[in-house]
């Protein structure tokens, strides 16, 4: 079946750094997400793209949907704190099961202050 | 707008015991609903979904079960739970088009 590569796996980084994050897939996605799950709680959606190409903004973080249909990337500038958690990508593909989305098995974060 | 609803938050449960998870949906109709187990710090793993009452799709096999009775209510369940049914089970819904919205998860401990 279809299969997400995220990486990396974790990443500690000092407060101040960019962070950047990416995902990979042997198939065509027709949707990108990108969610941030907080320790204890759900995944909450950050960014979703559409397009071959797309970079859409969301405060400090960028993310790209690649131009071959088959990556995305998420970065995380000048992180802070709160931005520890859990990322994880997500694709879909209309022609699979249900719409169901496909998701990485995820980044995490720690910011040393 | 729409709400998602899963309860409880925490629950800590004997081996051998039964489970009942239940996720309720607000403010919308017919959606798809989902249920994903994550180990500790690990990925998601999708358990069920359901895209209509009655209508349940497994993922993995194992020793759960989830039920469907009412369009916005979709409940987990087991006969007898084993300490590998430990986890965080998260709810999750949606339209079909877009993305997931995520309850905030039941933390299952089971001892």
């Known amino acids: 079946g279809q299969q997400l590569n995220q990486s990396p796996q974790s990443m500690f980084i000092q407060e101040g750094e960019d962070v950047s994050m990416n995902c990979t897939s042997s198939?065509?996605?027709?949707?990108w997400l990108w969610y941030k799950q907080d320790p204890g709680e759900g995944p909450v959606l950050l960014i979703a793209?559409?397009?071959?190409?797309e970079l859409t903004s969301n405060g400090r973080l960028t993310a790209q949907f690649g131009i071959t249909r088959k990556d995305s990337f998420l970065n995380i500038s000048a992180s802070i704190p709160s931005d520890v958690g859990i990322y994880f990508c997500?694709?879909?593909?209309?022609?699979?099961?249900?719409?169901?989305?496909?998701f990485g098995k995820g980044t995490k974060l720690s910011v040393k202050p | 707008s729409q709400t998602i609803h899963q309860w409880p938050a925490t629950l800590v449960q004997p081996v051998g015991s039964p489970l009942s998870l239940e996720c309720t949906v607000e403010?919308?109709?017919?959606?798809?609903l989902y249920w994903y187990r994550q180990a500790a710090g690990r990925g998601l793993q999708l358990l069920f979904y359901?895209?209509?009452?009655?209508?349940i799709s497994s993922e993995v096999p194992q020793n759960l079960s989830a039920s469907r009775p009412q369009d916005r209510q979709f409940i987990l369940s087991s006969k007898k739970l084993l300490l590998s049914d430990s986890g965080f089970y998260l709810c999750?819904?949606?339209?079909?088009?877009?993305?997931?919205?995520f309850g905030s998860g039941t933390r299952l401990t089971v001892v």
């Open positions: 999750a819904w949606s339209s079909g088009t877009f993305g997931y919205t």
């Open positions: 198939s065509i996605f027709n949707t």
């Open positions: 793209l559409y397009k071959a190409g």
């Open positions: 997500a694709g879909k593909n209309y022609g699979g099961s249900q719409g169901n989305l496909i």
């Open positions: 403010g919308t109709s017919n959606p798809n």
């Open positions: 359901s895209v209509g009452i009655g209508q």
